[in-house]
């Protein structure tokens, strides 16, 4: 099986863009591989550009069970809106989808630590699941901190990690990308791929 779960340093770093690229690798090869982004807030464009992806195998509430309107993390949005994460429930329809399909990539929704509840979190979440973690982080200044930080907190909820992408905006520096890459690699003994813009 390949089951991921796709993390990042913060949000708008690229998630989305890199499991989509794993659907779309994994369909052009004859796997009916897919993608789901559990929660959202804000809009579902990213379950949505998931959903195209794997060519509507998927509904969107299949792909993305909880969303809300409101731009800030699941559990404000939540408060905000007067509603509940029906943390359990959802819990319970990825684990079914990743029963289903031995490719599957979740998407979490921002980074490692954002709240769900009052007393779970996205590391909580894929704990859970159990899969190995890809870190998608911006390639510049400031991804070494972000970076590192996020790798031992996955390490710290005993979970593996396939690889760390760092994805290099338009305003990134070549170098420093480079430079970046080739440090995190050595501090980390996890892959470090270096990939241009995508988001």
């Not at 099986?1 to 796709?6: I, K, L, N």
């Not at 993390?7 to 890199?18: E, F, H, I, L, R």
């Not at 929660?39 to 998927?58: P, Y």
């Not at 399909?101 to 979490?108: A, I, K, P, Q, R």
Request: hydrophobic share 40%; proline share 4%.
């Amino acid at each position: 099986m390949t089951q991921f779960f796709v993390t990042g340093t913060c949000t708008g770093v690229g998630k989305t863009s890199y499991s989509v690229d794993w659907i779309r690798s994994w369909r052009a090869k004859g796997v009916n591989g897919v993608g789901v982004k559990p929660f959202a807030t804000g809009d579902r464009s990213d379950a949505v550009r998931l959903q195209e992806a794997m060519e509507g195998v998927l509904s969107l509430d299949e792909i993305n069970p909880c969303c809300f309107a409101s731009a800030m993390a699941p559990l404000m949005a939540a408060q905000k809106e007067g509603g509940g994460i029906p943390y359990d429930l959802i819990l319970k329809h990825t684990v079914s989808l990743a029963e289903q399909f031995t490719h599957l990539v979740v998407e979490g929704a921002g980074g490692w630590m954002v709240p769900l509840t009052e007393d779970k979190m996205i590391c909580d979440f894929a704990k859970e699941l159990g899969f190995p973690v890809v870190i998608v982080a911006r390639a510049g200044l400031g991804t070494i901190n972000q970076s590192l930080l996020t790798v031992k907190a996955v390490h710290r909820q005993g979970l593996g990690i396939h690889e760390i992408v760092l994805n290099r905006f338009p305003e990134d520096s070549e170098e420093l990308s480079n430079l970046n890459r080739d440090y995190l690699a050595r501090r980390t003994g996890v892959p470090v791929r270096l990939t241009k813009f995508m988001q």
